[in-house]
């Protein structure tokens, strides 16, 4: 990748600005238009002026420092899934931005589809995209109704039973695993979203939200025991979802829900703070940005993200059995 260097002279009488190539692993080069100080031993070239110190430090930093301009950011995200994931995106690069850190954001996400559906989609490439390499964590987002087969009201509140609630997941688990075998094949890791329940209150139970966290538990049971390159590589679990049964309840659907699927922007804040939360391993009780939301509610958030990441652990009932 060339990288071009500007140094604009001033009050220098053969020049006044030069133009360095440099390709990473190569010695710098240059050509500048005229640069009597690089040919004194001329005759006919002798600078009017000295060259000053300060000046020729500066273009030597320009020459030997090309990294300057490819620095990597300090954590690059890619998230695939579908709408449920909303502006977390957006609100997790600025929360990042505020502490100071770069976070690069990478979306392959399609509206309403399951992991699997990624799989020979040229438009939107997952395992293509993985391949690139580059990302140090790879966000799976899945919605209630896409990890069970036909939409919650007719597969969750008709009695489906917790060994048929698991085979119509196993399309969803299968297309995870090798997700997760190639993004640990890059060296990055996987982070598995725990995801919501829908908006009304008759779809919000604890009945309804067991087993869908129940799958995620199987999901990262699963990838942590995959062996890849000679090792087992471990996910993350973010509970989001708890998170939105809690916030549902506290602020009430009108406020913490856009429409039956999806989130307000609150809501999608509450994403973003549990995702830095658990990524990074911080206390989000001091985060400086809070969205230009009610202040009152995004400090319950970070109250309720720094309880789940302290004292969050796996469900001591198997609904699935």
Do not use: C
Not at 143 to 165: C, I, N, Q, V
Not at 194 to 223: C, S
């Amino acid at each position: 990748m060339l990288t071009l260097f500007v140094a604009k002279l001033a009050q220098l009488d053969y020049f006044d600005f030069m133009v360095v190539g440099v390709r990473k692993g190569q010695t710098a080069s240059y050509k500048p238009r005229m640069l009597p100080f690089l040919t004194a031993t001329s005759s006919h070239l002798k600078p009017k002026i000295a060259m000053p110190t300060t000046r020729l430090l500066f273009i030597s930093l320009a020459l030997s420092l090309p990294a300057l301009a490819q620095q990597k950011p300090d954590r690059s995200l890619l998230f695939i899934g579908n709408s449920m994931i909303g502006r977390s995106m957006h609100h997790v690069k600025m929360i990042a931005q505020a502490e100071g850190k770069d976070w690069k954001i990478t979306p392959v996400t399609k509206g309403g589809a399951r992991l699997e559906k990624f799989k020979g989609d040229k438009e939107h490439d997952a395992l293509g995209t993985i391949a690139k390499g580059g990302f140090t964590d790879v966000v799976f987002v899945q919605g209630t109704s896409y990890w069970f087969e036909g939409p919650p009201t007719d597969s969750l509140r008709k009695g489906m039973s917790p060994a048929d609630r698991l085979a119509t997941a196993e399309k969803t688990l299968a297309a995870a695993q090798e997700m997760h075998e190639h993004i640990a094949a890059t060296g990055a890791r996987t982070v598995l979203y725990l995801g919501y329940p829908h908006m009304p209150a008759a779809e919000r139970t604890a009945e309804l939200f067991a087993p869908l966290e129940a799958i995620h538990w199987v999901m990262k049971d699963r990838l942590d025991a995959l062996t890849v390159k000679g090792k087992t590589h471990p996910t993350l679990l973010v509970p989001n979802g708890v998170l939105w049964m809690r916030g549902a309840e506290k602020w009430g659907e009108a406020v913490w829900y856009k429409d039956l699927r999806h989130g307000s922007d609150l809501a999608y804040y509450a994403n973003a703070v549990m995702f830095y939360t658990f990524m990074e391993g911080i206390d989000p009780r001091k985060l400086k940005y809070d969205g230009e939301l009610p202040p009152e509610q995004t400090k319950w958030i970070k109250e309720q993200a720094w309880e789940l990441s302290q004292n969050y652990k796996r469900p001591t009932e198997d609904v699935l059995k």
